[in-house]
C-alpha cells in the first residue's frame, strides 16, 4: 500500500469571522494572479543530449532559410543599386561633355581659389599654432604654481609625521630609518588585507559548503521519498504477482491430475485395444504384423472384424426369421 505523502505547503485556515477575510481573500486571489508560478525541479522535464542536439539543428536550420532569404534580399537590392549607379555614370558623362568647353576657365580659377585658400589656411594654421603653444605655455605655469603651492603645503602639513617617526626611530634601536618604519607598517598592513581575505573567503566557502549541504540533504530525501513509494508499489505489484502465480500453480496441479488420469485411462484403452486386436487375428488366423503402438491401423483390423460380425449377425437374423416364417406355414 502507498504511503501518503505529507503535504508541504498545507492550507491556512483564518481565524475569525468569514467577514473580516473577506478583504485578506480578495487580496491573496489578485497577488496570486500577478504571481509567476514555479514548479518543483523535478516536475521539469529535464532535456536530453538528443533533445538539445535536436533543437540546435533545428536552430541551425531555421538560420539558414533566414540567411537565405537575407541572402536574396540582398542579391535583388544589389541589381537595383547596379541600376542605379549605372543610371548615374551615364548622367555623369553627360555632365562632363556638357562641360568639357569651360574646363581650362574653372581650371584656371580653381588654381587661383586653392593657392589663395592654401596661403590663408597656412596664415590661420600658424596663428593658431602659436596661439595654442601660448595658451598651453600658460596653462603649464599656472599649473607649476599650483603645483608647488600644493607641495609646499603638503610638507608643511607632513612636517609632524617626519618628526615622529624620528622620534620612533631614536625611541626604538631596530629601526635604522624611518623608511624602515613605514616599511614594516606596509607589511603590517599587508599581512592584515591577506589575513582579511583569507578569513572572507573561507567564510564564502563555508557559506557555500552550508547551501550545499542544504540541497543534498533536501534532495535526498525526495529521493528517499520516491523510493518509499516505488517500494510500496513493486510490494503491491508482488502480492498481485504471486496471487497470480498461485492461482495458476492450484490450475496446473489440477490439469496434471487430470492429464494422469487421462494417461491411465488411455492406457487401459490401449491395453483392451490390443488383447482386442490379438483375439481376433488368433480367431481369423491372421498374423500379427501390427506394431504394438501402432493403435490405428489396430483400430483398422477391429472395426473391419466388427463390420464382419454385424453382417454375419444381420445374415443370421435375417435366416432365423425366413425359417420361423416356413415353420409357421408348415403348422
Known amino acids: ?84 549607379w549605372q543610371d548615374l555614370r551615364e ?40 596661439t595654442r603653444e601660448t595658451e598651453a605655455i600658460r596653462q603649464r605655469v599656472a599649473e607649476m604654481e599650483e603645483v608647488k603651492q600644493l607641495m609646499e ?27 624602515d618604519v613605514l616599511n614594516r607598517y606596509e607589511a603590517l598592513a599587508a599581512a592584515k588585507s591577506t589575513l582579511a581575505e583569507r578569513q572572507e573567503r573561507d567564510l564564502e566557502m563555508l557559506e557555500s559548503a552550508r547551501q550545499e549541504i542544504a540541497a543534498l540533504t533536501e534532495e535526498k530525501k525526495l529521493s528517499i521519498m520516491g523510493l518509499n513509494n516505488t517500494l510500496a508499489d513493486l510490494r503491491w505489484r508482488y502480492d498481485k504477482v504471486r496471487n497470480r ?36 487375428c488368433k480367431q481369423k488366423g491372421l498374423a500379427i504384423d501390427v506394431k504394438s503402438g501402432d493403435f490405428e491401423q489396430q483400430l483398422v483390423v477391429i472395426m473391419r472384424a466388427l463390420l464382419e460380425l454385424k453382417r454375419i449377425y444381420k445374415i443370421a437374423q435375417r435366416r432365423s426369421k425366413e425359417k420361423d416364417a416356413e415353420s409357421t406355414q408348415t403348422s
Open 245 to 280: 502465480v498461485i492461482k495458476w500453480e492450484l490450475a496446473l496441479n489440477r490439469l496434471k491430475e487430470t492429464a494422469a488420469k487421462r494417461h491411465v485411462e488411455l492406457c487401459h484403452v490401449q491395453s483392451a485395444i490390443w488383447s482386442l486386436y490379438v483375439k481376433i
Open 153 to 179: 603645503k603638503q610638507v608643511k602639513d607632513y612636517t609632524i609625521y617626519e618628526d615622529y617617526l624620528m622620534s620612533v626611530v631614536h625611541n626604538y634601536p631596530e629601526f635604522k630609518q624611518p623608511l
Open 91 to 130: 548622367k555623369e558623362m553627360l555632365l562632363k561633355d556638357s562641360f568639357i568647353s569651360f574646363n581650362k576657365f574653372i581650371r584656371e580659377n580653381q588654381e587661383k581659389r586653392d593657392r589663395a585658400e592654401r596661403k590663408m589656411a597656412d596664415d590661420n594654421e600658424a596663428l593658431e599654432r602659436k
Open 1 to 84: 500500500m502507498k504511503k501518503s505523502l505529507k503535504d508541504l505547503a498545507p492550507i491556512a485556515i483564518p481565524h475569525g469571522p468569514p467577514v473580516e477575510s473577506t478583504a485578506e481573500y480578495f487580496k491573496s486571489l489578485m497577488e496570486t494572479s500577478r504571481m509567476v508560478k514555479k514548479y518543483p525541479v523535478w516536475d521539469v522535464a529535464r532535456p536530453t543530449p538528443q533533445v538539445l542536439m535536436e533543437q540546435a539543428r533545428r536552430d541551425l536550420m531555421e538560420a539558414d532559410e533566414k540567411l537565405a532569404l537575407k541572402r536574396n534580399e540582398e542579391q535583388e537590392n544589389r541589381i537595383t543599386m547596379d541600376a542605379k
